[in-house]
Nanobody
Framework: QVHLVESGGGEVQAGGSMTLSCAFSGRTSDEFSMAWFRQVPGKEREFVAAVSYGGGRKVYSDTAKGRFTISRDNARQTVQLQMQSLRSEDSAVYVC????????????????WGQGTRVTVSS
């Protein structure tokens, strides 16, 4: 199984930038896709971005498109989410997820999850 640990959260002012990282380890020899989701209390988990094993396919939510960039470095075993032009509504716990196979926006298709890292955007 793949193990995931996020880092990089914190507080940032609206309009600012932040980069989240997800370190993966464990069974990494098989090809697996990675994704970022976010969750706010009382709301469903929301898809943010996903990247294929080789990095050639990237998928973004409408709210992330143009502001967020997902990337992965398999040699360093990390996936990053670079966020720009942050808004107060981006405040959430960001969680990375992994699945063996192709990318998908459906959280139910990801069996492996990290603990999450909190992002607070202050106005």
């Amino acid at each position: 199984q793949v193990h995931l640990v996020e880092s990089g959260g914190g507080e940032v002012q609206a309009g600012g930038s932040m980069t989240l990282s997800c370190a993966f380890s464990g069974r990494t020899s098989d090809e697996f896709s990675m994704a970022w989701f976010r969750q706010v209390p009382g709301k469903e988990r929301e898809f943010v971005a996903a990247v294929s094993y080789g990095g050639g396919r990237k998928v973004y939510s409408d709210t992330a498109k143009g502001r967020f960039t997902i990337s992965r470095d398999n040699a360093r075993q990390t996936v990053q989410l670079q966020m720009q032009s942050l808004r107060s509504e981006d405040s959430a716990v960001y969680v990375c997820a992994a699945r063996y196979g192709s990318t998908t926006t459906l959280s139910s298709r990801y069996p492996r999850w990290g603990q999450g890292t909190r992002v607070t955007v202050s106005s």
